[in-house]
């Protein structure tokens, strides 16, 4: 066994891959791309090393260093690649059919894991050619280093209909033409609100899960608070960057309180906010901290920095009684402005109604244009609870019972229809 391995049990070895391959996939896609020019090929090269460790670490032991050994497998296996390939465009060449192909890079020279890489690599799966959905699939797998079998779970979806969807991305990259170099300018600021848009989609379907028996679905979770630290790492001067991984840290740390022990939901007003990570709220309050900074110094803030001030109010009240809801609803003013839209006005009715009572929240809500949020089991709840808060049950039961019809999650939907009967009985039905 070389100096520079240790030994390790099957599941210590499997640990390490699992481990070394979490960490370090991005990088190494994002590196093997730049110096390949081809997604597939890159994602390939990787794949391969990875099942290389999978074959070899269990005899030769783990090493040292996981990750530069995946690098130089992953080099080996490109350069024989294109070896191959230049074996084959002499042979056709001599056959007089001029058929052209990739020239071979020189792989053993270039500068492995360079931290552009991985930045490159989360905008280029953000690409705007690909819709949200794919987005979300192509960043879990290349970014996350999540299977495919891991991310059609995640979403409820089958194996062969997320691969499906995967491949498709890929395909629609190499026909869009998407280079590998980072954007600048103007296009910069727009892709870096698609990325975070979609890191922020991958945790929030984490942190409430619009289908199936689960309320929560912790490795969702856990991939959007990486991919947050990651990009604020990546990008340490954007606020709007730090901002979403302090929104995403302060909501994360809830997880611990948001079900009962019979794996019901638990609604933030009811928690035992004892419970609440204090770990991850003062890591949340840090990164707020860094965006305020990069904010006084004249650097443009957004959404998401307004999303994790209102969260800190949260975050930073020991009893739901002790929120400082008119701070919130003032946010939820700014936040208006800053990213209009029908969901901020649904929050923003919440804000109101606690701040100011529930009829200024209706107030907020009937202000909405006809049809918003159609579809959606938001607005009917959100009514419903201002409705019950203001005395009108029966109104609130028929509320609560539409919204209840309109979720496709098992855990939302008891919630609902337990508020819909409790608005009933205490309206006197």
Partial sequence: MPSSARPATDSATADAIIEAWRAESARLVGALARM???????????QDALVAALEQWPESGIPDKPAAWLMTTAKRRGIDEFRRAETRRRKTAELGHGWEERSMPDLESQVDYIEDDVLRLIFLSCHPALTPESRAALTLRLVGGLTTAEIARAFLASE?????????AKKTLAESGADFELPTGKERTARLDDVM???YLIFNE???ATAGADWLRPELTTEALRLASMLAQLMPDEPEAQGLLSLVTFQASRN????????RPILLEDQDRSRWDELLIRRGLDSLGRAETLAAQGRPVGRYYLQAAIASRHAQARTAAETDWRSIAKLYDVLAEAAPGPVVEVNRAVAYGRAFGPEAGLAVLAELPAGALAGSHLLPSVRGDLLARAGRHLEAAVEFRSAAALTRNAGEQAVLLQSAIASDQAGGR
């Fill in 160 to 168: 062969s209909a997320m691969g499906q969807r995967i491949s498709r």
């Fill in 197 to 199: 848009a979609v890191i």
């Fill in 206 to 208: 984490g942190y409430t």
């Fill in 256 to 263: 611990q309180a948001r079900l009962d022990q019979a794996g």
């Fill in 36 to 46: 390949t020019r081809d997604l597939e090929l890159a994602e390939d090269l990787a």
